[in-house]
């Protein structure tokens, strides 16, 4: 039973370390300059993923509400990361999930959906575009989702501005342990398994008293005597274990040397 707790354990333990988790969603997303570190800074974004995000403005007469999805269909839209929706219901599409960019710094995540509606008349009619700045906030799962700045009275580069607070994009406190200490956690749990299930086997089965309660008793004192007389084998200078005590040999067998015999007339 206890190895296979153990390796239970370990099993955890390794799961917990390694913090292995799948990314699904995120895949979804497009990019649209394929690299790896990109889709890396996306999969971070994993816990945001399959909701809506939403944001009001309300500039004059106009009055929007914007809905963000990361990687997912905003407000219910065929590969829409963000979508502008009018008063009337009227949904227009402010940037692709589908043609994606993603950049992370030490406390945040800017994301990029371009490939929206086209402007009318502003912007040289390019496509619209968002860009969504994550800040950390170790505080909040997923925070409110503000308009920034709606740019649109230029020439060309118009964008979206949005921004919200996530603790997904936190950095993450480097805590991992070294495959020493695992280990030694691995030994002390073994440890505590056969000190505990072994106490109460002596105890409730054997029915020992006292210090005997200890599992294997006899066998761990044995060994205490052995490693305490391989200490003194291994160790000691002066070789006590060959030759009786000084103090002993007076009786039995008289030292040869001087010097010796000296030594044991001293004390007394
Ligand atoms: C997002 O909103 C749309 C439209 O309201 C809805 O159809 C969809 O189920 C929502 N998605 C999630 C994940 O809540």
């Known amino acids: 039973m206890a190895p296979s707790l153990c390796w239970s354990l370990r099993a955890v333990l390794i799961l917990m370390v390694t913090g292995a988790h799948a990314a699904m969603y995120t895949n ?30 309300k500039v004059a007469e106009e009055d929007y509400t914007y809905v963000f999805q990361v990687c997912g269909d905003a407000d219910g839209m065929k590969d829409a990361g963000v979508v502008q929706r009018g008063k009337d219901g009227k ?14 710094g030490t406390d945040w995540i800017l994301l990029i959906y371009q490939g929206g509606e086209k402007y009318h008349d502003h912007c040289s009619k390019e496509s619209r575009k968002a860009m969504i700045m994550i800040s950390c906030d170790r505080s909040k799962a997923a925070g409110q989702l503000t308009v920034v700045l709606e740019d649109r009275v230029r020439e060309t580069d118009c964008f979206y501005l949005f921004e919200m607070d996530s603790s997904a994009v936190c950095p993450v406190i480097e805590s991992r342990l070294s495959t020493g200490s695992v280990l030694l956690i691995v030994c002390c749990c073994c440890l505590a398994v056969y000190l505990i299930s072994g106490f109460l086997y002596q105890r409730l089965i054997v029915g020992a008293k006292g210090v005997e309660q200890f599992p294997n008793y006899g066998f761990w004192t044995e060994l205490g005597n052995l490693s305490a007389d391989g200490c003194d084998f291994v160790c000691r200078t002066r070789g006590s274990r060959e030759e009786p005590p000084t103090y002993r040999g007076v009786s039995t067998e008289p030292s040869e040397e001087p010097e010796e015999r000296d030594d044991h007339l001293l004390p007394m």
């Open 28 to 57: 979804r997303c497009r990019l649209v300059h394929n690299h790896t570190s990109e889709s890396k800074v996306l999969s971070v974004l994993e816990p945001l993923t399959n909701q809506n995000f939403t944001a009001k403005t």
């Open 91 to 104: 949904q227009v599409l402010i940037g692709n999930y589908t043609s994606a960019q993603a950049f992370r």
